[in-house]
C-alpha cells in the first residue's frame, strides 16, 4: 500500500506539474524506519507536506525522520495540550503544528501553541474534523496568528442551515472570508435542533 501511495503521488506530480500542492495524510501508520523512507521516496515530488506520519506517542521519532529528509513534516493532531507539542517544536522536528482546537484545550491553549512555534518558523496547519464551529474557531486562530499556515475546512454550506448560521463564507472553494459579528460568528438555532 505505502509503494502504491508513492506511486500515485508520482503519477499526480507528472500529470498536473507544479500546479497542485501534493499533501498525504499517513495517519501514523507507519514507524519511524518507514516513514523515513516514505518521506526519501517523496522527496523529489516537492510534496508540500506529510502529515502525522509515526504515532503521536512517539514524537521522539520525529527527530530521526527530521535528520534523514527534507520532506515537510506536518503533525499533532492527536496532540492533546502545549506540553505534547514542546519538544517537536523546541527541536525543530515538524514544520506544521497540526493543532486540533478540540483536542488540544480550546482557543486559548491552540493560541499558546502557535506562539511557541512562531519563533522557530513553525506554521500552523489545524486540524478541523469537526465542521463550521470548529472552523469558526479555528478562523479566528488563524486571524490571530502571524505563523498561520493553510486551514483544514469542513464547511459545507449545507449542514444543518437551519440550526447553524454563520457570519463568513467559503469562497471560491479555497479562501474563508472575516467574520464580523461578536463571538465566532456562529449562531446556534436551539428551536431548530430540537426539531
Same mark, same amino acid.
Given at each position: 500500500?505505502?509503494?502504491?501511495?508513492?506511486?500515485?503521488?508520482?503519477?499526480?506530480?507528472?500529470?498536473?506539474?507544479?500546479?497542485?500542492?501534493?499533501?498525504?495524510?499517513?495517519?501514523?501508520?507507519?514507524?519511524?524506519?518507514?516513514?523515513?523512507?516514505?518521506?526519501?521516496?517523496?522527496?523529489?515530488?516537492?510534496?508540500?507536506? =506529510?502529515?502525522?506520519?509515526?504515532?503521536?506517542?512517539?514524537?521522539?521519532?520525529?527527530?530521526?525522520?527530521?535528520?534523514?529528509?527534507?520532506?515537510?513534516?506536518?503533525?499533532?493532531?492527536?496532540?492533546?495540550?502545549?506540553?505534547?507539542?514542546?519538544?517537536?517544536?523546541?527541536?525543530?522536528?515538524?514544520?506544521?503544528?497540526?493543532?486540533?482546537?478540540?483536542?488540544?484545550?480550546?482557543?486559548?491553549?491552540?493560541?499558546?501553541?502557535?506562539?511557541?512555534?512562531?519563533?522557530?518558523?513553525?506554521?500552523?496547519?489545524?486540524?478541523?474534523?469537526?465542521?463550521? =464551529?470548529?472552523?469558526?474557531?479555528?478562523?479566528?486562530?488563524?486571524?490571530?496568528?502571524?505563523?498561520?499556515?493553510?486551514?483544514?475546512?469542513?464547511?459545507?454550506?449545507?449542514?444543518?442551515?437551519?440550526?447553524?448560521?454563520?457570519?463568513?463564507?467559503?469562497?471560491?472553494?479555497?479562501?474563508?472570508?472575516?467574520?464580523?459579528?461578536?463571538?465566532?460568528? =456562529?449562531?446556534?438555532?436551539?428551536?431548530?435542533?430540537?426539531?
Amino acid at each position: 500500500a505505502v509503494r502504491k501511495c508513492v506511486r500515485q503521488f508520482r503519477a499526480a506530480r507528472e500529470a498536473a506539474g507544479d500546479e497542485l500542492e501534493l499533501m498525504v495524510d499517513l495517519h501514523t501508520r507507519l514507524s519511524p524506519e518507514e516513514a523515513v523512507w516514505f518521506c526519501r521516496e517523496v522527496e523529489p515530488l516537492n510534496m508540500f507536506a =506529510v502529515e502525522d506520519p509515526i504515532r503521536a506517542e512517539h514524537p521522539q521519532g520525529y527527530q530521526r525522520i527530521r535528520s534523514q529528509t527534507t520532506v515537510p513534516i506536518a503533525a499533532g493532531e492527536q496532540w492533546a495540550n502545549k506540553w505534547e507539542f514542546r519538544d517537536p517544536i523546541e527541536n525543530e522536528w515538524i514544520d506544521y503544528a497540526r493543532v486540533d482546537i478540540c483536542i488540544a484545550g480550546g482557543i486559548s491553549e491552540a493560541k499558546k501553541i502557535a506562539a511557541m512555534a512562531e519563533p522557530h518558523f513553525i506554521k500552523t496547519l489545524l486540524h478541523n474534523p469537526l465542521g463550521p =464551529v470548529c472552523t469558526a474557531a479555528s478562523l479566528h486562530i488563524d486571524i490571530a496568528c502571524d505563523n498561520a499556515g493553510p486551514q483544514e475546512v469542513l464547511f459545507p454550506p449545507d449542514i444543518l442551515p437551519d440550526v447553524l448560521q454563520c457570519d463568513f463564507q467559503l469562497q471560491e472553494g479555497s479562501r474563508l472570508t472575516i467574520p464580523t459579528q461578536p463571538g465566532l460568528g =456562529v449562531t446556534f438555532n436551539a428551536e431548530a435542533a430540537k426539531e
